[in-house]
């Protein structure tokens, strides 16, 4: 069974950083675009950021550009978001994503979601 389970949510006042991490298993993401996303509360799902099977390519929404890093280690099936300078309007449940088609959070056919991690950023 395929599994994407998100982890290092939680509750963060503005200008705080925090690190997700995604962990799979069941299969593996190595050579797959992997993403996040999040949904913030009354609104649909948005992309986040995106990173190649290598790690040398990535690709941010406009909203988090310039604050978050997206990274991975594949040893450990684990992709990660670290997001700086936090504000209240990145109040969202983050999910994983892959195998994404592109970097800019496209999909086709089979992907997996994570069931998300609460960030909750008060002013």
């Known amino acids: 069974q395929v599994q994407l389970v998100e982890s290092g949510g939680g509750l963060v006042q503005s200008g705080g950083s925090l690190k997700l991490s995604c962990t799979a298993s069941?299969?593996?993401?190595?050579?797959?675009?992997m993403g996040w996303f999040r949904q913030a509360p009354g609104k649909d799902r948005e992309f986040v950021a995106a990173?190649?099977?290598?790690?040398?390519?990535?690709n941010y929404d406009d909203s988090v550009e310039g604050r978050a890093t997206i990274s991975r280690d594949n040893a450990k099936n684990t992709v990660y978001l670290q997001v700086n300078s936090l504000k209240p309007e990145d109040t969202a449940v983050y999910y994983c994503?892959?195998?994404?088609?592109?970097?800019?959070?496209?999909?086709?056919?089979?992907?997996?979601w994570g069931k998300g991690t609460l960030v909750t950023v008060s002013s």
């Open positions: 994503s892959g195998p994404l088609t592109t970097l800019m959070g496209d999909y086709f056919g089979t992907v997996y």
């Open positions: 990173i190649t099977w290598d790690g040398k390519n990535t």
């Open positions: 069941g299969r593996d993401f190595s050579s797959y675009v």
